[in-house]
């Protein structure tokens, strides 16, 4: 079974540059999570979608962040511009999730280690 | 501030001893879970157990749940060099929609 599939795995790339991650879910998952894994702060929440639409973005940092998931197979995650401080390893999960609840178990894929320069 | 926080912080044993972590959180739950991660990896689930559960197995992983205290053990037995890896706890707490990590205890386990 394929799990959920990201790309790259690294990332360095100078400050101002577009960054794009890319999210493959496991197939049959309806909804799909980013997630930022930094020493400072752990593992915070970015954006999460239902069934291809956005729920809650409010853990997007700024608006140098945008996420899209266009169909049920494939979602990215964009910084532009790219700061210094955006730094981290970068996680998508997915989860099937019923009755409103996304609080089920999420499967996370191996996360893309960005360095910004 | 963290729903859930994990305690100790780090913890380094032998093999063959057992591990305890802790994990308190501050709002009432529907469930807890429990994942791993090693090193450059994503996060693994381990364990859910829900509110109306006090303890739950899996393998060498025992898991306890007391909802009047708001905390969880993670119990994993005769560890390995293999279980060296971050474990967290996940809470789906009223007042958030989906589950909010801790950030973690930091396991080694010396051969």
């Known amino acids: 079974d394929a799990g959920v599939i990201q790309s790259p795995r690294h990332e360095v790339t100078e400050m101002g540059q577009e960054v794009t991650l890319r999210c493959k879910p496991i197939?049959?998952?309806?909804?799909l999570f980013w997630y930022r894994q930094t020493m400072m702060r752990g593992l915070e929440l970015l954006i999460y979608f239902n069934n291809n639409v956005p729920i809650d973005d409010s853990g997007m940092p700024e608006d140098r962040f945008s996420a899209k998931m266009p169909n049920a197979s494939f979602s990215t995650l964009k910084i532009q511009p790219s700061e210094p401080r955006d730094s981290a390893v970068y996680f998508c999960a997915s989860s099937l999730v019923a009755g409103g609840s996304y609080s089920e178990t999420q499967y996370f894929g191996p996360g893309t280690r960005l360095l910004v320069l | 501030s963290q729903q859930g926080e994990e305690d100790p912080q780090a913890l380094s044993i032998q093999e063959g001893e057992n591990a305890t972590m802790n994990c308190s959180y501050k709002?009432?739950?529907?469930?807890l879970q429990w994942y791993r991660q090693n090193s450059g990896r994503g996060l693994v689930h381990l364990i859910l157990?829900?509110?109306?559960?006090r303890e739950k197995h899996s393998g060498r992983l025992r898991v306890t749940l007391d909802t009047s205290k708001k905390s969880s053990s993670l119990l994993i037995t005769a560890s390995r060099a293999a279980d060296t890896a971050s474990y967290f706890c996940?809470?789906?707490?009223?007042?958030?929609?989906?589950?909010?990590f801790g950030k973690g205890t930091m396991l080694l386990v010396s051969p």
């Open positions: 996940a809470t789906d707490a009223l007042g958030y929609s989906t589950l909010t």
């Open positions: 157990i829900r509110s109306n559960e």
């Open positions: 197939s049959g998952h309806n909804s």
């Open positions: 709002t009432s739950i529907n469930n």
